[in-house]
């Protein structure tokens, strides 16, 4: 399928959904299985690609140092990006304070029971804890939990342990290349089920919710999507701008992941699709295997914004205000807690009621955001994936490997695709009058006779 006819399939179940879900509520809430369905099937995917695609990246163009360099700018690139998404979530929500006057009203004694459940789960207890668990016990198991940091170390060693070998390897490395187009042919063909996936994912998601849910709770999803919006137009513009690249040309070209990970409000849905989008847009595939999979983990730049607004937006609620040098160390905490955690659901709000339970502050924030977490999910989901392919075009600048001229190819094949999608409407549009025009010329003309 065409990618820009799939664009408009995607955008058509949307749409379909979005009716289905608000003027149908019964029949939308049964519509969550197609959305499964798919997601399932793009989980399929992940393990063997990320495996496949690292491994063959390393092994044929990098070795040990050159990984070390790269980790390194990649870390520092992830610390400075998730620092300004902070500062704007904590921004927006000082200015706007979006938890001042809010009705707890609509809180019941179940949400409150489940964000009490959300505050006992541990996350890692502590940096040595979290370290050790980067490191998997089996690759079977990592990549049977979709455990993205475990298999990216596994495939790291892999990938080394290939380069040291040598000539002796390279039936293997043969085999796990082979692998990687056949994993990437294989994410095409699942790819022309998104729309069913949209589809379903969106009206479960606005019968379950209701639309009446966008005006009660308008001025914290105002606040986010504002505050995704800044960042995405400041931080994230200014990073391309460095590098010489259109941040619109990025999201243009991750269109159909974007769209993805926003009607599921899984970044799973995306991983793969993107990852081949940003290979063909300029990255090199070893830059892309290593970057993109760590930054699902190290540089969720939505869900660290979302973190700051929505800890101002439960204090607000209670009427706290927290000195200068108290939000500091909130903040921080909320930033090295939200590293290296498992892929597990909820995750933003499990981390929001663990800091605010672990300095004694109410969780009644968290009951009430629980209640619109899909909605919120599906934003700051969608900036942490444009998030992290502005990422790997960032560091694969920096490693003077970004190939500018297969960026202006894609480009232009890009406008070639739109060009031809055009002609043809035009041409059905010009048959189709060109042939009412016969007919009616025929019953004139039959009439006279």
Known sequence: MKTTKLTLYIFLGLILGI?????????????????????????????????????????????????????????????????????IGLSVGLYFKPGDGFSTGLISENMMDAVSVMANQTMHSSTTEMLVNIVPTSIIKAMANGDLLQIVVFSIFFALAICSVGEKAKPVLNVISSLSEIMFKFTHFVMNFAPIGVFGAIAYTIAESGMSIMINYAKIIG??????????????????KIVGVSVFSVIRAIREPAMLAFTTATSEAALPQAMKIMENFGVPKNIVGFVMPTGYTFNLDGSTLYLALAMLFSLQIVGIELEPMQLILVMGTLMLTSKGIAG??????????????????????????????????????????????????VIAKWENEFNYTKMEEFNKQFKKEIKQDYTIV??????????????NYGLVENSEN
């Not at 289905?20 to 299985?33: L, R």
């Not at 606040?223 to 200014?238: E, G, K, P, Q």
């Not at 035009?426 to 007919?439: K, P, V």
């Open 19 to 87: 009716i289905v879900g608000w003027q149908f509520p019964n029949i939308g809430s049964k519509m969550q299985p197609l959305a499964q369905v798919f997601l399932n099937m793009i989980k399929m995917i992940i393990a063997p690609l990320l495996f496949s695609v690292i491994v063959t990246g390393i092994a044929t163009h990098g070795n040990l140092k050159s990984l070390g360099k790269l980790g390194a700018k990649t870390i520092i690139y992830f610390a400075t990006a998730t620092s300004f998404a902070l500062i």
């Open 426 to 439: 035009d041409n059905d549009l010009l048959n189709h009058i060109h042939i009412e025009e016969h007919s």
């Open 223 to 240: 606040s986010l999507y504002l505050a995704l919006t800044i960042f995405l137009v400041l931080i994230l513009n200014i990073a391309c």
């Open 344 to 393: 597990v659901p909820r995750v933003a709000l499990v981390i929001l009621a663990g800091t605010l339970s672990g300095f004694g502050y109410p969780l009644i924030g968290v009951a009430i955001l629980l209640g619109i977490d899909q909605i919120l999910d599906m934003g700051r989901t969608t900036v942490n994936l444009i998030g992290n392919c502005v990422a790997t075009i």
